[in-house]
């Protein structure tokens, strides 16, 4: 079967707006239950703020790490990797590691993992029960 | 700053000192054991804060730093209790409980400790994937103990700027995991010489003759180089270090040499000497030696070397020029850039004559990105001058004044101009 990837594209909020919206918790699960049973799932994952952003690129050899997300140039997404790292710096090494951080640029993001997802909806006063953290994993 | 002047009272001198000398390592160590950066310089804080209440209630107590210890510590336990939002709290708190039931003097940390404690701390606040300026603010805050207001105001930023700057350095060191520890071996010279740029860059802001505070920018330079000689100590085998530590205190040996009493530019051929710090430009040449005799040449210990070149002669006329040059060629080779050829091409000029400097300029002048680069047309103007050109050298003299921001360097270069009519 075809896959298709849908990225997410949004606006950053203030704390309280973003309370807001970790209250969708709930219609979320729903919705990955039912893509699941109909078997569509393959996989979704949150990502931090783009504050914790850091761009890997590599010129003549040398990794050049500078803070923040990748500036909008004329390159555009190409494809994605998920690796499970200790820290930053094993991050940072391995997304050099990558040939196109040779021609393009590697944006490494940090992700929110199923437990943290699920301890900020409830911060946001939202009742969500434990095995929700095993839905979003 | 940290190193301002004493107050009087027993009590608030005995926590100025402290403060200054102890606040690095423990937030140092406080960090490893709370893993989190923020909570960790708010427990210090608050622990100062409460030392002046306690000590002026209990007497100043035998070992300061470990009161400051203890009671930084327990702050941080409080804090991780009331904030569930931190993730590993539970292994967090179980840890410093125990460390917290472990002594209730504690002994200081060994010396090996603390010093990978603060190498932990230099190398966070200094890490790549953090933006340039957050880096300077970081390693003034950590480990100089400068408060947001003195950095805000020292590098002419207004303070909730620099306040917000420094929490979302902090933020993502916490959310993107920037491990708290000594890059390993492989990593060790790329994210040292990282390091060295950032107390370079501190040093430079201070020493710059641009606007501002001249007192606050005085104090960056000697927390670079108190920066410096930290490194030194931590990291006594690299020959960079005591490279850049050298490069520092020869410069600032001329500090008070370089603005005369009316607050206007003095260039080094013109500098009274006498006004040079003897005790300064000695520690420096003895770092010098010291980074020389370690076999690892480096863009620092050739920047220091030329400057030390400049310092010992007696006068502008009998400095060795030529090995100047020769310096300049080899620090080009390592680290290409217009401002070293620029700075080759001056020393040239000097030891070979202006027209065999001039030759050297034109690649420059020909260059679309040095248009505005005043320093070069500066030089140009000089070595005009000095070939005889006089019409050459004002019209030099003149692009150079329009592109000077600073008024002391403009004065100079007006006084320069009106000397060739």
């Keep these: 079967m075809p896959q298709y990837m849908l990225l997410v594209y949004e606006e950053e909020l203030d704390p309280a707006g973003q309370a807001e919206r970790e209250k969708e918790l709930p219609m979320m699960l729903e919705l990955h239950r039912s893509l699941r049973e109909a078997g569509l799932l393959v996989g979704v994952q949150r990502l931090r703020s783009v504050e914790s952003a850091t761009s890997v690129r590599v010129r003549g050899g040398e990794a050049e790490i500078t803070d923040g997300p990748f500036a909008v140039t004329k390159e555009v997404l190409a494809g994605y990797y998920v690796l499970d790292c200790a820290d930053l710096d094993e991050a940072l090494a391995q997304a050099a590691r990558l040939p196109m951080a040779r021609w393009g640029t590697v944006e490494v993001r940090p992700v929110v993992s199923a437990v943290e997802w699920v301890s900020l909806a409830r911060q946001a006063g939202v009742d969500v029960p434990d095995e929700a953290v095993s839905d979003l994993a | 700053?940290?190193?301002?002047?004493?107050?009087?009272?027993?009590?608030?001198?005995?926590?100025?000192?402290?403060?200054?000398?102890?606040?690095?390592?423990?937030?140092?160590?406080?960090?490893?054991?709370?893993?989190?950066?923020?909570?960790?310089?708010?427990?210090?804080?608050?622990?100062?804060?409460?030392?002046?209440?306690?000590?002026?209630?209990?007497?100043?107590?035998?070992?300061?730093?470990?009161?400051?210890?203890?009671?930084?510590?327990?702050?941080?336990?409080?804090?991780?209790?009331?904030?569930?939002?931190?993730?590993?709290?539970?292994?967090?708190?179980?840890?410093?409980?125990?460390?917290?039931?472990?002594?209730?003097?504690?002994?200081?940390?060994?010396?090996?400790?603390?010093?990978?404690?603060?190498?932990?701390?230099?190398?966070?606040?200094?890490?790549?994937?953090?933006?340039?300026?957050?880096?300077?603010?970081?390693?003034?805050?950590?480990?100089?103990?400068?408060?947001?207001?003195?950095?805000?105001?020292?590098?002419?930023?207004?303070?909730?700027?620099?306040?917000?700057?420094?929490?979302?350095?902090?933020?993502?060191?916490?959310?993107?995991?920037?491990?708290?520890?000594?890059?390993?071996?492989?990593?060790?010279?790329?994210?040292?010489?990282?390091?060295?740029?950032?107390?370079?860059?501190?040093?430079?802001?201070?020493?710059?003759?641009?606007?501002?505070?001249?007192?606050?920018?005085?104090?960056?330079?000697?927390?670079?180089?108190?920066?410096?000689?930290?490194?030194?100590?931590?990291?006594?085998?690299?020959?960079?270090?005591?490279?850049?530590?050298?490069?520092?205190?020869?410069?600032?040996?001329?500090?008070?040499?370089?603005?005369?009493?009316?607050?206007?530019?003095?260039?080094?051929?013109?500098?009274?000497?006498?006004?040079?710090?003897?005790?300064?430009?000695?520690?420096?040449?003895?770092?010098?030696?010291?980074?020389?005799?370690?076999?690892?040449?480096?863009?620092?210990?050739l920047q220091a070397a030329i400057t030390a070149l400049q310092i010992q002669a007696p006068d502008a006329e009998s400095t060795d020029w030529a090995q100047i040059a020769d310096l300049f060629g080899a620090l080009a080779r390592l680290t290409p850039s217009p401002v070293v050829e620029l700075n080759r091409a001056v020393a040239v000029g000097l030891a070979d004559g202006p027209a065999a400097g001039l030759a050297l300029l034109e690649p420059l002048l020909a260059e679309p990105g040095l248009e505005r680069y005043q320093p070069l047309h500066a030089a140009h103007a000089e070595l005009l001058s000095r070939a005889g050109d006089a019409a050459g050298a004002a019209r030099a003299y003149e692009r150079a004044i329009a592109l000077t921001a600073n008024a002391v360097e403009r004065a100079e270069l007006e006084r320069r101009l009106n000397a060739l009519r």
């Design chain 2, 1 to 301: 700053m940290s190193g301002g002047v004493e107050p009087a009272d027993p009590v608030s001198a005995a926590v100025a000192r402290t403060f200054r000398d102890e606040r690095a390592i423990v937030l140092a160590a406080l960090i490893r054991q709370a893993g989190d950066f923020q909570l960790a310089e708010d427990a210090v804080q608050d622990a100062f804060e409460a030392a002046v209440t306690a000590w002026r209630r209990d007497g100043i107590p035998a070992n300061p730093g470990a009161w400051i210890t203890t009671a930084a510590r327990r702050r941080a336990i409080d804090r991780l209790r009331r904030n569930r939002s931190v993730a590993d709290r539970a292994e967090r708190l179980a840890e410093l409980t125990r460390l917290d039931a472990e002594h209730e003097e504690p002994a200081m940390e060994d010396e090996s400790t603390i010093v990978d404690d603060r190498l932990r701390l230099i190398f966070t606040c200094c890490h790549p994937a953090l933006d340039m300026s957050a880096r300077v603010a970081l390693t003034l805050r950590a480990l100089g103990g400068l408060t947001t207001g003195e950095i805000a105001r020292a590098f002419l930023v207004a303070e909730p700027t620099m306040g917000k700057r420094i929490v979302r350095a902090k933020r993502k060191i916490a959310d993107a995991r920037i491990p708290y520890r000594v890059p390993a071996d492989e990593e060790l010279p790329g994210r040292l010489r990282g390091v060295l740029r950032v107390v370079y860059l501190i040093f430079n802001e201070g020493y710059a003759a641009g606007e501002g505070d001249r007192l606050v920018r005085g104090e960056l330079c000697d927390e670079a180089i108190r920066l410096g000689e930290l490194l030194r100590r931590l990291m006594p085998h690299d020959a960079e270090v005591w490279g850049l530590s050298a490069l520092m205190l020869l410069h600032d040996a001329r500090r008070a040499a370089r603005v005369d009493s009316s607050g206007r530019y003095v260039a080094l051929d013109a500098q009274d000497r006498s006004l040079w710090d003897r005790d300064r430009i000695r520690e420096g040449l003895a770092t010098l030696e010291r980074a020389v005799r370690l076999r690892r040449p480096g863009e620092y210990q």
